[in-house]
């Protein structure tokens, strides 16, 4: 999913349109999480919300209304409006919440001014209409177009975070599908009051809050380098970087397995190192956590995030994941407890705080691609820094906040391009090891200069001999090039394919495989991973790279949803049949092949 800002985004152009519903009743007040009433207890103001988009095939907006009032029937959180509290009210604590009735109402059209852009209007809407006290604090809105309309649903923050907005675009794809399953799931006012019963936090969790807070000069940790001139906030500055592609990423969680760390826990050594380099401190930062420790939380909206905090000191992956651990137990308590001796979360200008996400584990998945989906955050003012990585099928990506000063432009900035240096060069496919015997190979994504190399293997059995034009080594007739470098091209570009080689010590490639990652609707809707192409060169068959490639091959496929690897090989290649059957493959299918 693209990670972005609303100043970053590109809709297209076309009537805006928003669906105006009708409140009704105001019912009982339901509870308010920590979280909660400190974002809303700021007042009301534009730039809290966040919103998702996608792309719709042809939807009638009648039946685009009535799913969306199904969804807001079925979250009980979509149901409720903040109001400020009554200064003149004895024992007033602030903010109250209400659960309010939600009836149908029209679609109206959004202005859009001469030469304004699409992306400007939008925004205009959302910050209008999207604020902690709005009634109702969400907007649902389309963008009709010649071509397929855009959908942009968009809440404020007090009552959804990302995973919630994964859950009602999904359930609105339901209601648009078919009817979306009757009934409500459990509120998240429910999951605040929980959270409220619990047992208080253990005196080691107080006193390791109050040690880090500290340490942070008695206030929430803060960026590590100089931001400039806080006060009133800048204007914020967002940066939206692709930090990893899905091979990078693959290569990057593989060094992570072989650490013995999680992949967040890797990203935490490269923050380490990074804020030791420049800042000369710890890394310290506010740490959000989910609190959706249940099943039961997880088709559920609202805003299930607790605040902690990571003490990172030491830039060894073991400690960082220590650290990460840390981290998520001390974010573990309700925190009106924890944070009493402050009176509440002890901010400053300046205070730095980091988030993951991975998309890939969430039991809530949408077809991020064919419904071109985008994570929008608002535009607004910035006094600190958030970061937040986001884990999906396409890589790894951040998105960073922080004041537009001269000042934090500089080291935020500097510090954002070492800590990217750093993952990248963690997550450049450089190769993976192969050690046989007394050599050390490397697998690694083929190169253009590499395929003279690869048709040659793959001309060098009694199958290939006939079929390719090449030589043992180098490609005989010069129309043919050409014609095995757009092939190569057309591999490269697509990113469910990979084309590997090993290289010898000396760099020759010596064996080569083509995978492909095939998802399906068989196997109930199982991913498959497709070999073929395996070649070894002569002088290095019987010594076990063959086995050792496919194990490789194996770990690509696992590490992007697959369950099931198929080979296809000739049935004349009795010597490969053997080897597929020794290693365990089975022969389950018949083949067939014609020209076409």
Known sequence: MRLTNVTHLRLPFGRLLGYDVTLGRSGADVPLSFDQRRHVGRGDRPGSW????????????????????????????????????????????????????????????????????????????????????????????????????????AADHAHVDMWSLLVILRDLMQGLGEALEPGTVLPFAEHTAALAAREPAPDAVRDRWAEIIADSGDVMPRFALPLGELDPPPPERVEVRDVLGVDGCASFERQAREAKVSTLALVTSVMTRVTRELGRSPLRAVFPVHSRYDPMWHGSV??????????????????????????VQLGSWPLDDVLQRWGGMPEAPGMFAISWLDLRRLPVRIDHGRLEAQYVSAAGRADGVMLWFILDEAGLHLRCRYPDTAEARVNVGAWLDRLVAGISELGHLAGVDLVLGRHRLQIVRAARPDVPAVVALLAADPDGATRESAGTTTLTDPADPALYDAAFDALDRDPGRFLAVVRAPDQRVVATVQLTILPGLARRGSTRLLVEGLRVAPGWRDRGLGAALLEWAHDHGRTRGAVLSQVVTGTNRVEALGFLEHIGYERTHAGFEREL
Do not use: K
């Open 302 to 327: 609202g805003w299930f995030i607790t605040n902690s905090v990571l003490d990172s000191p030491d830039p060894d992956p073991a400690a960082c994941a220590a650290a990460v651990r840390e981290a």
């Open 50 to 153: 966040m919103a998702i988009t996608c792309r719709l095939p042809e939807v009638d907006l009648d039946e685009l209304a009535e799913a969306w009032l199904a969804v807001i029937r079925r979250h009980g959180t979509l149901r409720t409006v903040f109001t400020p509290g009554d200064a003149f009210s004895p024992g007033d604590t602030g903010p109250r919440l209400r659960e309010t009735e939600i009836r149908p109402g029209r679609w109206v059209e959004h202005t859009i001014a001469p030469g304004q852009a699409v992306d400007d209007a939008v925004r205009r809407v959302l910050d209008e209409r999207c604020t902690p006290y709005s009634a109702p604090s969400h907007r649902l809105c389309v963008i009709e177009t010649a071509e397929r309309p855009t959908l942009v649903v």
